[in-house]
């Protein structure tokens, strides 16, 4: 039998944009020049939005700084670059050169100028001129240029952000889609502004306000700029939850909601599975390739088709946004579901975080004294953490110089780790809150096992409503 | 005290090159982001001076390099050299976790060097109270680790302490016993002068195995702990044994540590399987003996030496004849020796030669190394100090001896064990000494 297998295409997102696969690269250095781009679409990038379009800028040296956690480098990425800092007609030209080479591939103009009707008018008619096939507007970029009353300047304020939406459509053939700042008490406003303007559709998230570090000889944080730094936007792997957040609050979101690209902190595709469930048309990508190269993209695509294929999902649209409805409200959840943590005794290492979370960080409901029930009817007495550390500083500990001491300290017990270092859940106090399955170092150790069994289920709404539905909503 | 006696002898550093180099800070600072952090970690368990392992690696990862060196000096004041002798492999990296999950354990050892090291190189010493706060007054007989420790403890606490030693450097094992490419005698000596700026004193070439000694010593201070580990390694108690040429495996490493062996030839046989004849045998080949046997009356998986310890000995071209016991040492041309030797076969535990098996190995060297000997001389001398097989007996808790006035600890009570068993020991004693006085003030 011949396997056409999963068909990872973009057609029609925004009504008119197409690509070979959802994997566009965000406007940023990535995209600045047309050299680069087609570099990107050999290596298999479905779309590229340009680095943002504007008069050009003066960059400082110095730009980026990262925020690295436990060895790993870039969990998050920070930058104070403007826009192109290239001619208009510079990349214009290029932009015409990469169209007429790669027709297949969706090439998204960023576009910023100041704000008049009249460049937005004239920006907007040079770069459809050119073979854009969409124009991103950047009302996101949060330092730098919103000084300038541009950028998140104008994303910050929904009467701006929608006038000049609307002055965009005025002249616009292409999809217009507006770039949404997270730097504001609530996306959806700008996303409704941006939805009555007439966008076709959105990018979200951009950058988040930061400053990553500060070094501790100079006191200057970074990036250090002769001495002085300035307030970065913040992007890489530690901001996809900020983003998925924002993705699902603009997707649930009638008055907002209209075809979306997802952004931040997108480097594998799993990420970019999630942004999908959530309703994401396409992705963007931009700190992944800055740390790793655009060569990233052919696993994001061989991913994504491999888990379609598992999934039987025969094109994006079979999956895109089936998890918007599994998030609600909190009042909606069922009070009555009941998890507990069970610890698998032949998998577990013994290095007993769990213990400690449980008892510094949670509700003192694992322990190492291996005692089965209640003790001391429902209260239980168990040692504590620091009398269990005294205990081990108190016992003597010697070489095992011998054979035979040797085989006495390593000889194996039932399970792997000796049984006094394996802790034990009191699933009678357990809250099933989960911390112990995060802390736990090792894969499927610790399995939080439903135990609600014949309870019906009860939401905070059901249970408060019950006196009060009466007396209104 | 001086240095003088050790050597900084190009040849020898190049031939006893440290097996495990120091860590770069940026590789000490990944290794050190492994660690989990485990809760009552398995590795401070396993460790006799509980070292607070989680504690000191992860001040290396934050860059607190000062905090994690305290951290090591607090539980054990040679953490240094023990981060370069320990047995690791029995102890805290054998006890780590990670090799539950297939993964490498932490390297436990090379970090707390990494730490020592800095705080070494910014020249500090540990704090401690003020010298005399506590009016205990402590003689420690021995130079070796157990002394060093119980030393350094008392004078951290406040109390007098002075180390009482027969060789002219201070040390013990660590400056004289331990092959050199693990820890060199200059490294020993130099751990023994942090140890000095501690208020610790030294009177280093005493020799106290009189009774008019002891007595003095009883006299001039409150108590007095026994660090004296073993005595001369044991004779092989075969005729020849007193020829040139025959050398225990501990004077072979004393000698080339302190630069008056600095080379051999031909062929070296090593009787015995234990830790320290494999690093006699190992500095044998070092020295340039092109044929180094190890000699052994049991079987390949008898010995006594660590299983780390048997590999190196093969990686560095130490061969084996298991199974075979010396019987005699004549001499032979050119100032050789022959070495009789039978092979032997366990019946119901015990070892007897097999009929026919009888052969003379023709060698330049013959090592001695079957375990030391306990200290009977000095230990005799000794009042009310009770002596079993050899060893003091002492509570392993406290290092009480029979004799109130008396502690003991390291190797001349466990018979024989590691740097940080020493350490654990004598710094226990330190601290039920200055119990004894809390009680004896109030």
């Given at each position: ?124 008619v ?79 998230i951009?950058?988040i ?26 992007c890489?792997?530690a ?98 579901y ?34 089965t ?11 504590t ?31 792997p ?25 090792v ?31 | ?14 031939r ?11 590789a ?13 970690a ?19 990862a ?8 305290l ?49 070494w190189?910014?020249?500090e010493?540990?704090p401690?109270?003020a ?24 004078c ?30 200059a ?27 002891l007595e ?103 061969q ?12 032979a041309?050119h ?75 390291g ?32």
């Open positions: 039998m011949f396997d056409i297998g999963p068909d990872i295409s973009v057609k029609g997102f925004a009504g008119k944009i197409d690509s070979p696969n959802p994997f566009w690269l965000a406007s940023a250095p990535p995209t600045n020049t047309g050299e680069m781009i087609m570099r990107a679409f050999d290596a298999g990038w479905g779309g590229a939005v340009w680095k943002t379009i504007g008069e050009p800028v003066t960059n400082v040296s110095s730009r980026y700084s990262a925020t690295d956690w436990n060895g790993q480098r870039i969990m998050g990425f920070n930058n104070i670059e403007l826009i192109s800092d290239r001619p208009v007609e510079v990349n214009l030209r290029e932009m015409a050169e990469v169209k007429r080479r790669y027709p297949k591939h969706a090439v998204i103009a960023s576009l910023m100028v100041a704000s008049n009707r009249e460049a937005w008018h004239d920006i907007v040079r770069a459809e001129d050119a073979g854009a096939d969409g124009l991103e507007l950047n009302f996101g970029c949060p330092h730098g240029m919103s000084e300038r009353g541009m950028g998140s300047a104008v994303g910050q304020v929904p009467e701006y952000a929608q006038m000049i939406t609307e002055w965009v459509k005025e002249k616009a053939c292409t999809p217009v889609l507006v770039k949404l700042t997270p730097n504001i008490t609530d996306i959806r406003a700008v996303a409704r502004a941006a939805k009555r303007g007439g966008a076709d559709g959105l990018s979200a951009n950058t306000n930061s400053i990553t570090g500060i070094d501790l000889d100079t006191f200057v944080p970074r990036p250090n700029v002769d001495g002085k730094s300035s307030h970065g936007g913040y890489g792997p901001v996809k939850p900020i983003a998925l957040n924002m993705v699902q609050q603009i997707l649930a979101d009638p008055e907002s909601a209209l075809p979306l690209s997802g952004i931040g902190g997108i480097g594998t595709w799993r990420d970019a599975v999630e942004f999908m469930l959530l309703g994401c048309g396409t992705v963007q990508v931009c700190t992944a390739v800055m740390h790793y190269g655009y060569r990233i993209v052919e696993d994001m695509a061989e991913g994504l088709e491999n888990w379609m294929r598992d999934k039987g999902f025969r094109t994006i649209e079979d999956f895109r946004g089936l998890s918007v409805v599994k998030v609600t409200e909190w009042k909606h959840l069922n009070l009555n009941k998890i507990v943590a069970r610890i698998d005794e032949q998998k577990c290492i013994g290095c007993d975080l769990c213990y400690i979370a449980c008892w510094d960080g949670a509700h003192q409901c694992i322990h190492l004294d291996r005692v029930g209640p003790v001391d009817g429902h209260v239980e007495l168990h040692r953490p620091a009398e269990e550390d005294a205990e081990s500083r108190a016992r003597l500990a010697v070489t095992p110089v011998t054979r035979k001491e040797r085989a006495a300290v390593f000889g194996q017990g039932p399970y780790t000796p049984l006094a270092r394996i802790p034990r859940v009191d699933e009678t106090e357990c809250v099933g809150c989960n911390l112990c399955s995060c802390v736990c170092p894969e499927s150790c610790i399995a939080m096992v439903r135990v609600d069994k014949d309870v019906a289920s009860e939401t905070w709404e059901e249970r408060v409503g019950q006196g009060t539905r009466e007396q209104g909503n | 005290m001086s240095t003088a006696a050790i050597p900084d002898d190009e040849q020898l550093r190049a006893f090159g440290e097996l495990k180099p120091a860590l770069t800070r940026q000490a600072v990944i290794e050190a982001d492994r660690c989990l952090n485990c809760f009552d398995p590795c401070t368990g396993a460790c006799p001076t509980h070292i607070d392992v989680p504690g000191f690696i992860k001040r290396i934050t860059g607190n390099l000062r905090g994690s060196a951290k090591i000096l607090d539980a054990n004041i040679l953490g240094a050299s023990c981060a370069r002798v320990c047995p690791v492999d029995v102890l805290c990296e054998g006890a780590c976790v990670m090799v539950r999950q297939n993964r490498k354990p932490i390297q436990i050892a090379l970090l707390q060097r990494h730490a020592m090291d800095a705080f190189a910014a020249g010493t540990p401690a109270k010298l005399g706060s506590e009016t205990l007054s402590v003689a420690c007989i021995g130079a070796g680790p157990a002394s060093l420790a119980c030393a350094a403890e008392l951290r606490q406040g109390a007098r302490a002075t180390i009482i030693e027969k060789r002219e450097l201070p040390g013990g094992l660590n400056t004289y016993g331990v092959a050199e490419y693990k820890l060199r005698a490294d020993s000596v130099r751990e023994v002068e942090m140890i000095r700026n501690l208020g610790v004193g030294f009177r280093c070439g005493v020799d106290v195995r009189s009774m008019a000694a003095a010593l009883e006299k001039e201070f409150d108590l007095i702990f026994l660090g004296v580990g073993l005595g001369a390694m044991q004779r092989l108690g075969i005729p020849g044994e007193d020829r040139d040429g025959v050398m225990n495996a501990l004077e072979l490493i004393a000698a080339y540590k302190t630069g008056h062996l600095k080379e051999l030839h031909g062929t070296v046989v090593v009787v015995g399987a234990g830790n320290t004849a494999i690093d006699a045998a190992n500095a044998a080949r070092r020295l340039g003996a092109e044929t180094v046997y190890m000699l052994y009356r049991r079987s390949e998986g008898d010995i006594s030496a660590f299983d780390f310890e048997y590999e190196h000995a093969k990686q560095e071209g130490v084996f004849l298991w199974r075979r016991q010396p019987l005699a040492i004549r001499g041309a100032g050789r020796l022959l070495l009789d030797t039978v092979q032997v076969q366990e019946v119901a535990g015990k070892l007897l030669p097999l009929p026919d098996s009888q052969y003379a190995m023709e060698c330049d060297l013959v090592v001695p190394a079957i375990g030391q000997s306990p200290l009977a001389n000095l230990l005799q001398t000794l009042r009310g100090v009770e002596v079993k097989e050899g060893r003091i007996v002492a509570d392993p808790m406290t290092g009480r001896t029979a004799n109130p006035k008396y502690f003991a600890a190797d001349c009570v466990n018979g024989g064990r590691e740097v940080v068993d020493a350490v654990a020991g004598g710094k226990r004693a330190a601290l039920a000494m200055l119990k004894t006085t809390e009680v004896i003030n109030v």
